[in-house]
Structures are given as structure tokens and as C-alpha cells.
């Protein structure tokens, strides 16, 4: 997925190089609201750090066909959506994703999360989508759940969020489409 039209005024395009600049940016102006449940804000502190981040998502779209996109709302970067890894040999995706405060509560997100989900499905033929969310990140909770998500465990200490542990619940989404044989 090199750009995705969802409608319009909004979009997914995969991130390149020439957007770390806007990408910084925006991490940088949305730094305290970000950091609640981002845990490399703080270490994203000069261009350069968002200029690795794309390098090495364009490297790994080279490699695993996983990718980066930026959120773009009436032209202007409001988030990014990315795999973290796909794990090709169980057929599984683990996509992660944000939104600028600015950008929420119009459906931004549930749509691009839409979007990579069914790709991952049906160009990536992927049987299971995962997502892990912090337990008291209820609004992130409540949108995977609207996706279709099911909870299916619970992990504890599963993160270091700058000075303590967050546990995650676990969400898993099965292609509805997808042959239980390899």
C-alpha cells in the first residue's frame, strides 16, 4: 500500500523520508499528550530520530512487506499506522498506530485501523490481526473492540512506560476468510 484513499480529506501514505520533518514536528508539539502510552516519545528528541524510524520502516516494507503511513486529514499529518513485525511463518500481523489529541473523536482512527486491517487480510493473507493495548487505555480498548477485536489474555509488566509497567490486554482478530491449513 504505497496510498490509500479513505475519503476524501483523508488518507494513508506510506511514510518517506521527506515527511520526517512534518513527522517530528508533530511529535514534538504533541509531546505530553503522547507520551501517556507511547514509550519512545521521549527518546524521539532531534529530526534525526524520526528520520531512522522511516529508513527503517522502508526497510523492513523491502523485507517483509510490512509498512509505515502517515494519517493525513485534509492534508495535514495527524498520525501514523504501521506493522510492528508481521510474522509471516504463523500468518500474523501486529499493526500499532496513533493520533494526534487534535484528530480525535472523528472516526480517524477506526477507519485507517479498517484500512490496514483489511489489507493485512486481503493482500497480506494473514489468518490473525493482534493488538495489544495498555488495560487503562480505555479509549484504545474500546475502538479495537468496535474493529471487531476480541480479547483473548491478559499480559502483565508487558511494557516500561518511563518509570513503571503497564500490562496489556491482548486483542486478537481472525481473517474470516482465511483457510485453517497453511
Known sequence: MLRHHIHPGLELRLLQLTDAPRLFA???AN?????????????TTKLSHSQKFIAEAL????KTRAY????????EL???IWH?????????????????PSAEGRGIMRAACQVVIEHAFNQLKVDRVIVAVATENHRAAALVRRLGFAQISTLKKAEWLYDHFVDHSIYQRINPTASSLP
Open 78 to 80: 495527524v498520525g501514523v
Open 31 to 43: 509531546r505530553k499528550s503522547l507520551r501517556t502510552w507511547l514509550p519512545w516519545v521521549d527518546a
Open 84 to 100: 510492528n513485525r508481521i510474522d509471516w511463518a504463523n500468518r500474523v500481523a501486529f499493526p500499532a498506530y496513533w493520533l494526534v
Open 68 to 75: 509505515a503511513a502517515g494519517i493525513w486529514s485534509s492534508g
Open 26 to 28: 508533530l511529535v514534538d
Open 59 to 62: 526497510r523492513d516494507r523491502e
